[in-house]
């Protein structure tokens, strides 16, 4: 499975932004589809993941509110809408897929496939 980030950009605190993580060479059934970040001189950390069968979504406190994953069918991609976005979530949001367990859903070593990244910055 191969992966395509895109979505980020500039905005100001407050304001709002989409990631699309689309899939290239198969589906995503039966695989979750996670979002992590990683900002300057920290680790990866998990953000967000749906199961794409079934739908079932899961979210760090840090975003839970604020950040909404969803299925997109038709493009066969999956969707991060941010809203309220603060500077701290400032960071390179990757895209994930891979089969764990709910348990593991927010370890990186969970997931095998990995889009590029794109940059989401938040100015104050």
């Known amino acids: 499975v191969q992966l395509q980030a895109s979505g980020g950009g500039l905005v100001q605190a407050g304001g709002s932004l989409r990631l699309s993580c689309a899939a290239s060479?198969?589906?995503?059934?039966?695989?979750?589809v996670g979002w992590f970040r990683q900002a300057p001189w920290k680790e990866r950390e998990f953000v967000a993941v749906?199961?794409?069968?079934?739908?079932?979504?899961y979210y760090a406190d840090s975003v839970r509110g604020r950040f909404t994953i969803s299925r997109d069918y038709a493009k066969n991609a999956v969707l991060l809408q941010m809203n309220s976005l603060k500077p701290e979530d400032t960071a390179v949001y990757y895209c994930?897929?891979?089969?764990?367990?709910?348990?593991?859903?927010?370890?990186?070593?969970?997931?095998?496939?990995w889009g590029q990244g794109t940059l989401v910055t938040v100015s104050s």
């Open positions: 994930a897929a891979g089969k764990p367990i709910t348990s593991t859903m927010n370890s990186p070593s969970s997931y095998s496939y």
């Open positions: 749906i199961r794409w069968s079934g739908g079932s979504t």
């Open positions: 060479g198969r589906t995503f059934g039966g695989y979750a």
